[in-house]
């Protein structure tokens, strides 16, 4: 892919309405009877909505929201994404109440914690909902509403109905986020239209209007799947069909029948799916031709990769252009894998308490860098290399914690987002690590882990974590099947090889000093398939490394 001149593409965007009904009504104007939003959890798909039709389905979940909830109330929700569930965004703004979106992954425990932070009046479960009301005592007592009932197509509610209040404002609370892990106090990060929409604004400023279709399986309690997979596409009338679970499968299914032209995935699903088309080139006997074809393609344009493999494209329905990766580090081998193919990858950066910060462009994707900040968000480097930034995408606070707060924000307002970074020549920046996950040796020096990560990758091994093993002792755990292509009863072998491989790349207080393999089939990981490193490193204490002899780096 050709970077282009230095600096950021310029920005030419139509500006967006200041709130989530403004902008639906918009759509609805004028895209009205085009298919909108659908969900597919088999082989056929389920449930599939037109604009017109959503816009209905929101104005009677905004009714009903307002005779249940008081002005300003929060409402716990969880449902697998489709249609009811992006409708109770939309509804919640329209309504004047708070939404508190809970991740299927959550225990009991935290979102009894969750409520006891937002002292939530209802509670809203949709189709794949896994909650047991019984076992958190905080919602046990709270009225259920079925959100699947609340989009049934039936006429929609008079305008009376829907004026008993006033709707939320550009810079009233809409949701509250929570970011907390499996233990300690959850955070929750409020979150304001203005603040998704000044995110969405800068996917428009990146990715022009065009007739997209859209497959994504992220849930929509994630910031990411709210901004580039929703309200971008109500923003532009785009078509969104959700995939429920992750099987590759059902996700190639999708994108084929959908005839996607573009997919929103985070790295970890964007590499299941490429490894699941790796997996039928073997199957079909061709997966030598298929390797052969990846090493070639980089040295071709754009079109001849795609007829190159006119047989992968053709199994997902011939339109796939496009992937728009964030929410985790993407590593360097698979988006040149998918560019191989012919299909761009861009990247982009941000976080739920900072929104959209940073992307590539199409036509401009360097490999390894997140991409340059989006006016007018600023973005800053601290001495020690973390990015700080300020601008219409960042949130205020956190609920009701005012010390948190202060804490994540410098003294003249910038959020501190804990991750290192650096910039290139162009202004691009590249992700170094987390100051919380760097890794501080008996000597002073700082050890990255994704900088070891990134050579372990490209050695051979699939999501490597990188963790400290004792004073000064750099470790990796890596699960089953971490070994790329190796058979199962010489993993341990190809594993040693790959990180004897890595530390010839790796300058000598990078170098690994061994590997152990992970007690249990996956890691931890956050709803957005994250994985957590704090509680990988927590579970491989104590755990026998394999040792691996130290090597001369490679001239």
């Known amino acids: 892919m050709g970077h282009g001149a230095a600096g950021p593409l310029p920005v030419t965007a139509e500006a967006l309405p200041t709130t989530l009904p403004d902008l639906l009504a918009r759509a609805v104007e004028l895209h009205g009877p085009a298919p909108f939003i659908g969900v597919r959890t088999s082989r056929s798909r389920e449930r599939s909505l037109t604009f017109a039709e959503f816009g209905v389905a929101v104005d ?5 929201l307002a005779a249940a909830v008081p002005a300003g109330g929060r409402v716990v929700l969880q449902g697998a994404p489709g249609p009811s569930v992006a409708a109770a965004l939309f509804a919640a703004a329209r309504a004047g109440v708070v939404l508190v979106p809970l991740d299927a992954r959550m225990t009991a425990d935290t979102i009894d914690r969750i409520c006891a932070l937002v002292e939530p009046s209802a509670l809203l479960l949709g189709s794949g909902a896994t909650i047991d009301v019984v076992a958190v005592p905080r919602i046990a007592a709270l009225p259920v509403v079925d959100l699947d009932d609340l989009i049934d197509p ?8 829907l004026r008993v209040r006033a709707p ?14 499996s233990t300690g106090v959850p955070k929750g990060v409020t979150v304001t239209q203005r603040m998704l929409l000044a995110s969405t604004q800068r996917c428009l400023d990146t990715i022009p209007p065009a007739p997209h279709r859209f497959v994504s399986i992220l849930p929509l309690s994630h910031i990411m799947e709210q901004v580039a997979g929703l ?21 190639a299914v999708a994108i084929r029948e959908h005839r996607a032209t573009a997919l929103v995935l985070v790295p970890q699903v964007l590499d299941l799916l490429f490894r699941a088309i790796e997996r039928e080139a073997d199957r079909a006997g061709s997966g030598a031709s298929f390797r ?17 493999f006119s047989r992968v494209h053709a199994a997902l329905g011939g339109e796939l252009r496009l992937v728009l990766s964030s929410a985790a580090h993407l590593p360097v081998s698979l988006q040149r894998s998918w560019e191989a193919l012919g299909v761009e990858v861009v990247q982009g950066y941000g976080s739920t ?7 590539n462009f199409p036509g401009r994707t360097p490999a390894g860098r997140i991409g340059w900040p989006l006016p007018p968000t600023e973005v800053r480097l601290q001495d020690d290399g973390e990015i700080v930034v300020r601008g219409p995408s960042v949130f205020a606070g956190y609920w009701r914690d005012p010390v948190a707060t202060a804490a994540v924000f410098t003294p003249d307002g910038f959020y501190r987002t804990g991750d290192v970074g650096e910039r290139s020549g162009s202004g691009a920046i590249r992700l170094v690590g987390r100051t919380r996950a760097m890794i501080v040796l008996p000597n002073g020096l700082n050890v990255h882990p994704e900088d070891v990560e990134g050579a372990l990758g490209a050695a051979g091994l699939a999501e490597p974590v990188v963790y400290e093993a004792g004073p000064g002792r750099i470790a990796v755990a890596v699960r089953p099947g971490s070994a790329l292509g190796a058979p199962v009863d010489d993993e341990a072998s190809a594993v040693g090889a790959a990180v004897r491989a890595a530390n010839r790349r790796l300058a000598q207080h990078q170098r690994v000093a061994g590997w152990a393999a992970y007690p249990e089939a996956d890691f931890p990981r956050t709803h957005t398939l994250k994985v957590q490193r704090g509680l990988v490193a927590a579970r491989m204490l104590g755990v026998p490394l394999v040792r691996v002899a130290a090597e001369a780096p490679a001239a």
Do not use: F, H, K, M
């Open 60 to 64: 009677r979940a905004a009714a009903r």
């Open 154 to 161: 039936v006429e929609a509610p008079t305008e009376e109905a």
């Open 168 to 181: 939320a404002g550009p810079d009233d609370p809409v949701e509250v986020l929570c970011t907390s892990g």
């Open 231 to 251: 309200i971008y596409a109500v923003a532009v009338g785009a078509e969104v069909e959700y995939v429920a679970g992750l099987r590759p499968d059902l996700i």
């Open 292 to 308: 052969r074809a990846l090493r070639i393609a980089p040295w071709l344009p754009i079109a001849a990769r795609r007829r190159l």
């Open 353 to 359: 308490e900072a929104g959209l910060v940073t992307t």
